[in-house]
């Protein structure tokens, strides 16, 4: 999976790729926007060869302003 923060224009300020697995895992990312900009999460699924079930829980987005 994918997860991705980008702009209307489909500017990637955050692009990671994480392994799915059997059992949960937490991950944390951590960047900088490089603009005063809008940004989307999103979490790009690709094409799946089967069905199976994927749990995306206790999601937080948060802006840290640099008082700059």
Excluded: P
């Amino acid at each position: 999976m994918e997860v991705t923060i980008e702009n209307t224009g489909y500017y990637r300020y955050l692009s990671q790729k994480v392994s799915l697995q059997n059992e949960m895992n937490s991950y944390r990312f951590e960047w900088v926007m490089s603009a005063n900009d809008t940004g989307a999460l999103k979490f790009l699924l690709g094409k799946m060869a089967e069905a199976h079930d994927i749990t995306i829980d206790n999601v937080v987005l948060a802006v840290k302003h640099t008082g700059e």
